[in-house]
């Protein structure tokens, strides 16, 4: 079935450094993709998204690009802040479910 | 803005009591999600409906029943509480035919099951 494999955690960073995740999927057609982020204690909101190839969803400054050669959609930010602390969520969905990853917890000292 | 708002952000239960979690939208969406969450397993559907009186069971249904009597309504019921079904538990909605298909999430509910 359609799967979503995001790079483990915990990430710590400093300020104003380059964050990278990464996430690759296994799908049949051709699905959107999805990054959704969770800040402490709250629920998940959508970051970005791409609904088909070579399309680049931004946000915040975050960027993610749907490489269907690669099957992946690795999250970016060039410059990161405290309060990008959260967690990172990659969600794939073909249909109207949706397939998360483990999700990936991120620190961002000051 | 789309909301979705959950009846309580956290509950203690006893085990072997019955548990009702509601899920309330705003936005005359036809699907909803019951997930749950827990550390390094991301989220896991557990059933989702697609219209009223409409459900289908997602990845993990045992010990899990649905209830959605009413399209803004959708009730996640743990029939008969057990500690492994302590864990964050997170309400969602989507409109068809949008954004192939993302999906808007309340704030979660904590559930400690002792």
């Known amino acids: 079935g359609d799967s979503v494999t995001q790079m483990e955690g915990p990430v710590t960073l400093s300020e104003e450094a380059f964050l990278t995740i990464n996430c690759t999927y296994t799908?049949?057609?051709?699905?959107?993709l999805f990054w959704y982020v969770q800040y402490p204690g709250e629920g998940l909101q959508l970051l970005l998204k791409a609904t088909k190839a070579d399309d680049k969803g931004s946000n915040k400054g975050f960027e993610a690009t749907y490489r269907k050669e690669t099957t992946s959609f690795h999250l970016e930010k060039g410059s990161v802040q405290v309060s990008d602390s959260a967690v990172y969520f990659c969600?794939?969905?073909?249909?109207?479910?949706?397939?998360f990853g483990a999700g990936t917890t991120v620190t961002v000292r000051a | 803005d789309v909301k979705v708002t959950q009846s309580s952000r956290y509950l203690v239960k006893r085990t072997g009591e019955k548990v009702f979690l509601e899920c309330v939208q705003d936005?005359?969406?036809?699907?909803m999600f019951w997930y749950r969450q827990d550390p390094g397993l991301g989220l896991r559907l557990i059933y989702f409906?697609?219209?009223?009186?409409?459900?289908e069971k997602g990845d993990i249904p045992e010990g899990y029943s649905v209830s959605r009597e009413k399209k803004e309504r959708f009730s996640l019921i743990l029939e008969s509480a057990s500690t492994n079904q302590t864990s964050m538990y997170l309400c969602a909605s989507s409109p068809p035919g949008q954004g192939k298909y993302e999906q808007y999430f309340g704030p979660g509910t904590r559930l400690t099951v002792t």
């Open positions: 409906s697609y219209d009223v009186k409409m459900k």
């Open positions: 969600a794939l969905s073909p249909d109207y479910k949706l397939s």
């Open positions: 936005m005359d969406h036809e699907n």
């Open positions: 799908a049949t057609g051709y699905p959107s």
